[in-house]
């Protein structure tokens, strides 16, 4: 999996509300993005895919009905990383083809305010 940062285009809602890619057809990197930004760090409040914590999102090798995230905490010691682990996961598989959802947390390379979207940004009033 790649380091290379996400690049959404917006924010969402503080809502979990059901995803995209809940028809037929398979999910894409876009429908699992889209599920991720439903994620909100509650002391930020700013979703984590505009965070920049979403480093890579892809099809689990072994499980053809998995998807395997690479993501971060905007500290090793976040209070919040044990919720919002959970929360991506139970967004992920809340599509109807996502069987399992597995999140790896790195700290490598360690996250930065430099990862955020400018709607992240002006969200939280950094410029």
Known sequence: MSNDPVKP??????????????GT??????????????VIDPELMVNIVDLGLVYSVGTDEEK???????????????????QIVQQAKMALERLHDVEIAQIQLTMSPPWTPERMTDDARDELGIF
């Open 9 to 22: 285009e917006q924010s969402t809602g503080t809502n979990i509300e059901p995803s995209a890619g809940t």
């Open 64 to 82: 053809e009905e998995g998807v395997v995230v690479e993501m971060t905490l905007t500290s090793p010691a976040c209070p919040a990383g044990p």
């Open 25 to 38: 057809s398979p999910s894409t990197e876009t429908d699992w993005l889209d599920a991720l930004r439903q």
